[in-house]
């Protein structure tokens, strides 16, 4: 059968952009997968290819068949002697079945036995007709509109005015073709299968776009439509045509990057065209971070920064027309950011007028959490919290800084510029600090406590910004589990796991001496009688986020079990045990002494009675035992010593020298013996054993 390329097309009003990216490759790559599951690609080289526009969706796939190929299917029917009587001859319940499948009494000749005794079955042997492309593409086109992830379902009328359907945004235009012939009888929508579309609204050279074939559809709606169908062509497009503008204006000028913001202009014009704008420059007088983001989100704009990363007085724009005299497009762009940066000095002008201090009042009138109480009892648990880190982590100097930063750091929340941009609460605090003549560890602090808000995010730059930042994330934490606001599998509206891997990587990377348990202990007072202590239950929580966090990693999942089963109270120490333990595992001993230690492990389980650590050498009959207690007591010293500097690694080879002995204990000594005071002396023995090996990790 000749295959050919197919190409479907929905041509449907403005989509949302933010979604556009999705919807493209989601509606193309179900398409493909429908088709390929009813067997009418030709090949496993057919390939799909998605456009979308902001106001179509479509997919080009190569190597369409016209009809699925026939299957040979065997079906079961029934046991044998269901089917067929004492005399072999068939049952009226088989005649049923296999009238139901379309056949007669004559093919009871050609029905074949599968199995044996009670188990033997009747099967039919056919040739399923393979299906034909129209209808699946029928069926393709339903399960990709089906499917598709759409953020708001829209309910329109059709044009018969009685007929409702429900999909992301009004269709208007259905194309199905298989080479250069439309598949005859494809509906969706209300809208029957065509060749025609829709370019541009205002610079298409042809209305309505004929298309010739389905490989003709890119270049006909370049060229007739004006339209760049493919996202991924039109992105590439306009972030060469950004860098492009920013070369000509010179001086080490480049646009902000901004990938979201990219895919989001992308998913708005059909065919970029990029301008070069500016403003007044009395407007950078205003925080930068400000302005950006006022033009990004507001305007779609891309602000041009300098070789210095500072904000210039000149933007870009994606345009979606291109007019010979660009100059009305430009002026209108203009006069359009004027009132935004305006509103944005504003704020910044009457925000600086007060103190953050006098701002301090005003969040005991903002509500944090109904069972939490305000903003203002939580600025109080944080500053509680703070000045007991800051005091095990440093001098006076440092609880000082981090209680004033945590007093002032939810200040800017009630500034008229962060209720306007909220994304900019923390960035304003700092400013705002910086004209009240604040010192500069306190204004880093004030923004910096927000910190890690993402993943990859920098961390605090000083001291008192990382005490106040775990104080903030403990806060949140301890609250929230106290009041069993727990994140389940989808949901974590409070960023709880966020938060808890915020503070792993502050203890972590800023190798903090720190023990967690205590951490989590020292921050429950703070709440007095709201919450209920839930530390143990944070304390799993913490350690489930750092195994997920160490696996991404790279470390194995074994790895990751046999340091984190001793729940290790420090976390910086966490990745010096994971070396130490990946170094042991390379040693020629290593499986053994594992092997050895899981016997330890399960001999200590199921022993009754208080075991010590604690060995009567008086006791040590056999020389095995004898020999064991003697390395144990040559080894473990050396052992302890290099596990209390920090040298795991050495620690744990050092600890390989007891494979010998051990080995030599499990072959000729009898732990359980009959008199019981030998039995207990073995199995203090083995205890000491085990707590010598399982220091570093649980090997």
Request: proline fraction near 4%; include cysteine.
């Amino acid at each position: 059968m000749n295959a050919q390329n197919l190409l479907v097309e929905l041509f449907v009003e403005e989509l949302p952009p933010k979604a556009l990216k999705k919807l493209g490759d989601a509606f193309a790559g179900v398409l493909f997968d429908q088709l390929k599951a009813q067997g009418l690609l030709a090949s496993s080289e057919s390939r799909v290819t998605a456009y979308a526009s902001p106001r179509r969706l479509a997919a080009h796939i190569t190597e369409v068949l016209p009809q699925a190929e026939d299957k040979a299917v065997s079906q079961k029917l029934m046991p044998v002697s269901v089917g067929l009587d004492a005399e072999g001859k068939p049952t009226p319940a088989l005649l049923k079945k296999l009238a139901a499948l379309g056949a007669d009494e004559s093919a009871v000749a050609g029905l074949k036995r599968q199995g044996e005794g009670k188990a033997e079955a009747l099967y039919y042997a056919s040739t399923v007709k393979g299906v034909v492309l129209a209808d699946g593409v029928q069926k393709a086109l339903d399960e990709a509109i089906a499917k598709l992830p759409i953020p708001k379902v829209m309910r329109y009328q059709l044009q018969d005015g009685w007929t409702s359907v429900h999909f992301v945004r009004p269709a208007h235009g259905l194309v199905v073709m298989h080479g250069t012939q439309v598949l005859i009888g494809v509906k969706a929508l209300g809208l029957t299968a065509g060749n025609t579309t829709h370019g541009h609204r205002f610079e298409a050279k042809a209305e309505p776009v004929v298309i010739q074939s389905a490989d003709s559809y890119a270049e006909q709606l370049r060229e007739e439509g004006a339209v760049i169908a493919s996202f991924a062509e039109r992105r590439a497009d306009i972030a060469r045509q950004l860098q492009a503008a920013a070369e000509r204006i010179g001086g080490g000028v480049r646009p902000i990057e901004d990938e979201a913001l990219l895919d989001e202009v992308t998913a708005l014009v059909e065919r970029p065209n990029v301008l070069v704008c500016e403003f007044e420059k009395e407007f950078l007088a205003v925080p930068q971070e400000c302005l950006i983001l006022t033009m990004k989100a507001n305007q779609k704009y891309f602000p041009l920064l300098d070789a210095n990363g500072k904000l210039t007085h000149q933007f870009l724009i994606v345009s979606n027309i291109s007019p010979a005299d660009a100059s009305a497009v430009i002026g209108g762009n203009e006069r359009v950011v004027r009132p935004r940066l305006a509103d944005a000095k504003f704020f910044f002008d009457q925000d600086r007028k007060k103190t953050l201090e006098s701002r301090v009042e005003g969040l005991g009138k903002v509500v944090y959490h109904n069972k939490l109480g305000t903003q203002g009892e939580r600025v109080e648990r944080v500053r509680a919290i703070a000045k007991a880190i800051a005091q095990q982590l440093g001098d006076a100097q440092l609880v000082a800084q981090a209680d004033l930063a945590a007093k002032l750091a939810k200040t800017d929340l009630v500034t008229d510029m962060v209720g306007e941009f909220p994304e900019l609460q923390g960035i304003m605090g700092r400013y705002y600090a910086l004209n009240d003549s604040l010192d500069v560890a306190v204004a880093d602090a004030i923004e910096d406590h927000y910190k890690p808000r993402f993943a990859g995010d920098e961390l605090p730059r000083g001291d008192a910004g990382v005490v106040v930042a775990l104080a903030d994330k403990l806060e949140t934490l301890v609250g929230m589990f106290g009041i069993g606001n727990l994140p389940t599998g989808d949901r974590d509206p409070f960023a709880l796991r966020r938060h808890a891997l915020g503070v792993i990587r502050m203890l972590v990377e800023k190798n903090l001496p720190l023990e967690l348990h205590a951490l989590l202990k020292s921050a429950v007072p703070a709440f007095g009688d709201k919450i209920t202590d839930a530390t143990a239950q944070l304390e799993d929580f913490f350690f489930d986020r750092l195994s997920v966090s160490l696996r991404e990693q790279g470390y194995t999942a074994q790895e990751v079990e046999a340091v984190l089963a001793l729940r290790p109270q420090r976390l910086s120490d966490v990745q010096k045990r994971l070396e130490a333990v990946r170094a042991f595992a390379a040693l020629p001993e290593a499986q053994a002494l594992a092997a050895a230690n899981k016997r330890v492990s399960n001999i200590l389980k199921k022993a009754e009675g208080d075991i010590q650590a604690q060995v009567n050498e008086a006791l040590l009959v056999e020389q095995a035992e004898k020999d064991l207690y003697a390395a144990l007591q040559s080894v473990a010293p050396k052992a302890q010593q290099q596990f209390e500097s920090g040298d795991y690694k050495a620690s744990l080879q050092t600890l390989a020298a007891l494979r010998t002995p051990v080995d030599a204990f499990f072959e000729h000594v009898m732990v359980n013996a009959e008199d019981a005071a030998l039995k207990a002396n073995r199995l203090n023995l083995l205890q000491s054993l085990s707590v010598a090996m399982n220091k570093v990790a649980n090997i």
